[in-house]
């Protein structure tokens, strides 16, 4: 494996099996001396098979150092996305107001698109050899987003978040996938520009929209 940073192995734990009531268990020794087949072994842990900054060797033709290249360039727009995907459901649930029903789907319609970024982002990783961004602590270590409220706030402030949001992945994305095609990875690049990019300027085109100040019904 080629390594960015030293890996944190866990300490092993030895499994302990929890069937320890009172009563005869599907653990215990039988007649027959097999009942030990049908427990499930439980509680088990061990130490990673390959730590996340890692990479594994595929055979896709690209060297080492282009492929941890794109593996760290996908996992930085991979945790920013997941971030905007879970802003859309945020917003999903506490949009208010006399636009609720738009909005409310448009978020919704929005997430589901952000849902496909983040499966394709996370398995090309996979594909490079390398170990995607998956748990939510570890996408807030890693997400350069402004993080948001817990609270409700004023649907234009929804928006503009997320609309900063895209904008910042969009910059990230280009970027990267200039780069990605100067290193000779062809299907990152694709990646980027074919699905990351134009979904999300599409999407802010939608959101934007909703912050142009018109008169509904006298014209100016
Ligand atoms: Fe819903």
């Known amino acids: 494996m080629a390594t960015m940073n030293p890996s944190r192995m866990q300490p092993f734990q030895k499994g302990s099996n929890a069937a ?3 009563m005869p268990t599907a653990g215990s020794a039988g007649p027959n001396g097999r009942q030990q087949e049908a427990q499930p072994i439980l509680r088990q842990r061990s130490e990673e098979t390959q730590p996340y900054g890692t990479l594994t060797r595929v055979p896709i033709g690209l060297d080492d150092d282009v492929r941890l290249a794109s593996v760290e360039a996908l996992n930085q727009i991979l945790a920013n996305t997941m971030v905007l995907r879970d802003l859309y459901k945020k917003h999903h649930w506490q949009v208010s107001g006399p636009t609720f029903i738009a909005l409310h789907e448009l978020f919704d319609k929005h997430f589901e698109q952000q849902v496909e970024l983040v499966d394709d982002l996370a398995e090309r990783v996979q594909i490079l050899g390398g170990i995607s961004v998956a748990m939510p ?3 807030a270590e890693r997400s350069t ?3 948001p409220p817990s609270g409700r706030e004023e649907v234009p402030v929804q928006i503009s978040r997320m609309l900063e949001a895209h904008e910042q992945i969009l910059v990230q994305a280009r970027q990267q996938a200039r780069a990605a095609a100067d290193r000779g990875d062809d299907g990152t690049n694709d990646l980027l520009v074919s699905q990351v990019v134009r979904t999300n300027e599409m999407q802010a085109w939608f959101l ?5 100040d018109t008169p509904l019904v006298r014209a100016k």
């Open 145 to 147: 987003l402004e993080r």
């Open 208 to 212: 934007s929209q909703h912050l142009v």
């Open 20 to 22: 320890t009531a009172s």
């Open 137 to 139: 602590h570890d996408v």
